[in-house]
């Protein structure tokens, strides 16, 4: 009948897609870059995409489901904000009040240090976690559609955001933002691992963005066994077909719960990371805006369906990667800032009519409604 | 008989559910042993389906004991009934389209490594229990999307199999399958009662009934009306008993007149090596059918002439003009008038979650303008119409066409094309899962429609329907007609032959087959 590799490669074509044309862009653009091909133009590419890259990966999750998280570039923010008071990492430690209707409560002193630091991170992510978690809650229980749901809840993520950051500030360890937005080397020398980074079997690494390690470790150690456990598979069976995933006496309220939760984690990865990158937080709106939509794009690129059941997370990375390849273009062909926003449209139009393609192909038209 | 529950592998006593206004099922008493297989038999919305959903934990009843073995149950979810060993191949499919067979084999409770699914260990035992049910042509890593129809079932079964239940109930879960397939699912079944699995079994089709079961259980209006043991009772009284009334002939009778002139002529019509060179005549006032196995072109024979195939070559003449169908809303326009009934009533024949009247309304709404507007009143009459000429049992007209019985949903579906007026019909195989009462009226209606003029083509996988209906029968083969049977040549024999594409020198085998088949 059919050979195991071609349904293979038939069920995977969105994917696929997008794999062969992010190289094929990304190989044009370190041809046509100055410096092409060297560590520091990955470096700054890995740290320009992780965050977007962790953002769709959460939206995944949700689309799989057949919906749309409409919250997770407002949870990243949040947490972002929250990374930019945990994660300072002075010596001595650093106080933690609020402020709320005129009233100072102190919240005690965040430990320093490298412990201190970790801690931030776990709180930090924790946090995002539970925003998803709460996402998960109110469209479960609450029977609200995802979209509806996230809106609103994106919303209280935003305005939380907001208030821990009224304007941009806060600050961020420097050896922490020195070690995860560099090479492998650097972070090997900040942490004082593989004799500072100088071992000899190290240095064909060295050179290895770090970002990239973590975003390759993350996919690899959340996403993949995600999609073998039980939980991911109903996802794909809610997306796909709801009553027969119920039928088939899947835990169906739970598997929606657990995919906002993951999907939370996964924003709250991309929170810290923009935080630790930027050095400091920053409540903006159209920028959670941009990376809701964004994150959108980059799942269709990737070749999920956005009526769920078909796709997965790497090809969402991947997705982020050809939406950020793009804009790097602009910057090796020096095009005007003000037509960016038109070149990115077409593009990105251009690049979602790629995986529209096989629609011609269909000679039975019913199949295009399914 | 509460009395004889006691003892039995499941026992219901006293089980009422109510939906709305309706009662769907009316303080019954109900039980089933193992090592048996137990018939359920009624008309729509007898209560049947409703029955099933109880036990399977789909529905909790509004009053009544379910006991297991003696126990009582109260099944909160369907994972909870499966727990307990009941499992259910649901008449609408449970499996998940965009997963592959293996997956939605071991859906609920795949084999695990290190907590994670073996996906090799998952397609072994896919492989394994499509060998069981006898489908091993599945590759387990397609997806089920991409599987004919009969396919699917078979996965459905396998999947029910491979949860090994202590009661396994079948609702309708033959009506997509072919001849053969139906073979292997007997011998499976035979097989399970050995192994003293309990089985329940619902069907439409009498003959299988009468093959398979044990024992059959009548229900009606939501009361369980009797239960009997195999033989005690004919066919007659089985007919009887479901329907309550008294039915003479089951197929309006044949006109006896001259061929007419064809108002749909196909010549040489080839598609994408499905169909290929496919020539036929169905002339107004005719009912021509389609056969052979499932699966030989026969759908797609009818998508073609709805427009819905790109590609389609040849020519087709509808009254004396040669068209070229782009779309179905070329199709159904006034000069070409051409209906397809669908085959699957619930993703191409109706909008589930929209009103009755809306569905019934929305594929005439070109004749119900005023000016640009849908006109109210036109809307009401036409719909009312097609409610009465159908005999559409409805409550609200407003109510989402979703809460009909499966039968009057497909009443909708056909009310929803006749509104048209369509001079040609085409009908995908309109009675799979329906009740007797309502394919009889179906039967009749068809008889009625070609009476007008209509020119009719109609597939069926039942041959006896279409024995009994058609004047003419093409029996499809690999994507061609390989023979047309009309008169005293259209009898079962020749149908089975012909599908199997032996040819008529080995009738010897053909009527062996045929006697195996019924």
Redesign the interface.
């Known amino acids: 009948?059919?050979s195991?590799l071609s349904?293979?490669l038939r069920?995977n074509f969105g994917f696929l897609t997008a794999v062969v044309l992010f190289s094929v862009v990304y190989l044009l653009y370190h041809v046509a870059h100055p410096k092409g091909f060297s560590s520091a133009v990955l470096v700054q590419n890995a740290n320009e995409v992780f965050t977007l890259a962790m953002v769709s990966m959460a939206q995944t999750v949700p689309v799989l489901m057949g919906g749309l998280d409409l919250s997770v570039g407002a949870l990243m923010t949040m947490v972002d904000c929250f990374a930019s008071y945990l994660l300072v990492g002075a010596a001595g430690g650093t106080p933690l009040a609020i402020d709320l209707f005129g009233l100072h409560i102190a919240l005690g002193t965040m430990p320093g240090g490298p412990s201190g630091i970790m801690l931030g991170i776990v709180i930090c992510l924790a946090i995002g976690t539970l925003g998803g978690l709460l996402n998960g809650i109110v469209v479960v229980y609450g029977r609200i559609q995802p979209i509806i749901a996230t809106l609103a809840t994106g919303a209280i993520y935003i305005g939380i955001a907001l208030f821990l950051r009224p304007q941009p500030g806060g600050k961020i360890d420097e050896d922490l933002n020195w070690a995860l937005t560099n090479a492998l080397g650097d972070f090997a020398s900040t942490v004082h691992i593989f004799d500072d980074g100088a071992a000899p079997w190290f240095a064909p690494f060295a050179g290895v963005p770090t970002a990239f390690v973590l975003l390759a470790l993350i996919a690899l150690v959340v996403w993949v066994?995600f999609r073998?456990?039980?939980a991911g598979?109903t996802i794909?069976?809610i997306?796909?077909?709801e009553?027969?995933?119920?039928?088939?006496?899947?835990?169906v309220d739970r598997a929606k719960i657990i995919a906002f939760t993951l999907g939370g984690f996964l924003a709250g990865c991309g929170g810290v990371f923009l935080a630790i990158q930027t050095a400091s937080g920053n409540a903006d709106i159209p920028q959670a805006g941009a990376y809701t939509l964004n994150s959108i794009a980059s799942v269709v690129i990737g070749g999920t369906s956005l009526l769920?059941?078909?796709g997965g997370a790497i090809g969402s990375i991947f997705g982020t990667l050809i939406l950020r390849v793009i804009s790097f273009f602009f910057r090796v062909f020096d095009i005007a800032p003000l037509l960016q926003p038109l070149f990115e449209g077409m593009i990105l139009l251009a690049a979602v009519s790629i995986g529209a393609l096989r629609m011609l192909r269909?000679?039975?038209?019913?199949e295009s409604f399914? | 008989m509460p009395g004889a529950t006691e003892g039995e592998f499941l026992a219901l006593s006293g089980i009422s559910k109510r939906y709305g206004g309706v009662r769907a099922l009316e303080n019954v008493d109900f039980a089933c042993g193992r090592g048996l297989i137990h018939a359920v038999l009624g008309e729509n919305g007898a209560g049947k389906s409703t029955l099933i959903k109880v036990v399977a934990g789909?529905v909790p009843p509004d009053s009544g004991v379910i006991k297991l073995e003696g126990v009582a149950q109260r099944f909160s979810?369907?994972?909870a009934?499966?727990a307990a060993g009941v499992v259910c191949v649901?008449q609408?499919?449970?499996?998940?389209?965009?997963?592959s067979v293996a997956?939605n084999i071991s859906?609920?409770a795949?084999p695990k490594r290190f907590?994670?699914?073996d996906?090799r260990a998952q397609r072994r035992r896919a492989e394994e229990l499509l060998a069981e049910v006898g489908c091993e042509?599945v590759?387990p890593?397609?997806?089920v999307?991409d599987l004919p129809l009969s396919r699917r079932q078979m996965v459905e079964i396998a999947?029910a199999i491979g949860r090994r239940p202590k009661l396994l109930i079948l609702d309708e879960a033959t009506s997509a399958l072919t001849s053969a397939d139906v073979e292997k699912v007997y011998a499976l079944l035979a097989r399970l009662k050995a192994a003293n699995v309990a089985i329940l079994y619902i069907s439409h089709r009498m003959h299988e009934v009468e093959a398979l079961a044990d024992r059959a259980s009548v229900f009606r209006n939501g009361r369980h009306i009797e239960t009997f043991d195999k033989g005690a009772r004919t066919t007659a009284e089985i007919v009887q008993l479901m329907i309550g009334r008294d039915i003479s002939t089951q197929y309006p009778s044949k006109p006896e007149r001259p061929r007419p002139a064809a108002a749909l002529r196909i010549e040489n019509l080839c598609?994408?090596n499905r169909l290929q060179s496919i020539s036929l005549d169905v002339g107004a006032g005719e009912i021509v059918g389609l056969g052979g196995l499932d699966g030989q072109g026969q759908k797609?024979l009818l998508?073609a002439l709805f427009g819905?195939?790109?590609?389609v070559t040849g020519t087709t003449t509808v009254n004396g003009r040669a068209v070229r169908l782009a779309?179905p809303r070329h199709s159904k326009s006034r000069d070409i008038s051409i209906a397809l009934i669908p085959e699957d009533r619930k993703t191409?024949g109706l909008m589930l979650p929209m009103s009755i009247t809306d569905n019934l309304a929305i594929a005439s709404l070109g004749n119900l303008l005023s000016g640009p507007f849908v006109d109210q009143g036109k809307e009401r009459r036409a719909v009312d119409a097609g409610i009465a000429r159908l005999s559409i049992r409805v409550g609200n007209k407003t109510d989402a066409v979703s809460t009909l019985s499966g039968g009057n949903q497909q009443k909708v579906v056909i009310a929803k094309w006749l509104m048209t007026q369509p001079r040609i019909i085409l009908l995908n195989d309109p009675t799979r899962g329906i009740d007797v009462g309502t394919k009889q009226e179906l039967y009749r209606l068809m008889r009625e429609l070609a009476d007008q003029g209509a020119a009719i083509l109609f597939y069926s996988t039942d041959y006896d329907e279409l024995i009994g209906c058609c004047d003419r029968v093409a029996i499809m083969y690999d994507g061609r007609i390989v023979r047309e049977l009309a008169g005293v040549d259209l009898n079962e024999t020749n149908i089975i032959a012909s599908s199997l594409n032996i040819d008529t020198a080995a009738q010897a085998v053909a009527s062996a087959s045929a006697t195996a088949h019924a």
């Open positions: 009948m059919h195991d349904i293979r069920q066994p073998r456990s039980v598979r794909y069976a997306g796909s077909a009553g027969a995933a119920f039928m088939s006496g899947l835990a769920g059941g078909t269909v000679r039975n038209t019913l399914r | 789909v979810s369907p994972a009934a499966t649901f609408e499919l449970s499996l998940i389209p965009d997963l997956d859906l609920s795949p907590g994670l699914i996906a042509d590759n890593l397609l997806r999307h999947k598609w994408d797609m998508l819905v195939l790109r590609g779309s191409e």
